[in-house]
């Protein structure tokens, strides 16, 4: 099964690379499909793209949800 996961980006580059927070975890992901996304939006990353902006209600509802499903651990 693949899962999509919300990030927010935390840093930018020139050449279509940002890093995005997912609960503390980095992770270095292309934003060529999204490259409207700036520094402080959130996306969702799926195989180390990200591919669509969120807003941050529903980023967070997401990550609750994970949550629940034993998904993902605690926010840090």
Do not use: Y
Request: net charge negative.
């Amino acid at each position: 099964m693949c899962l999509a996961m919300p990030g927010q980006i935390v840093q930018q580059t020139v050449d279509g690379k940002a890093t995005v927070d997912m609960h503390g975890n980095r992770f270095a992901v292309s934003t060529l499909l999204v490259p409207e996304a700036r520094v402080g939006d959130w996306v969702l990353v799926h195989a180390g793209f990200a591919i669509t902006k969120l807003d941050e209600k529903d980023a967070r509802e997401t990550w609750a949800l994970l949550r629940q499903a034993g998904l993902a651990g605690e926010e840090s």
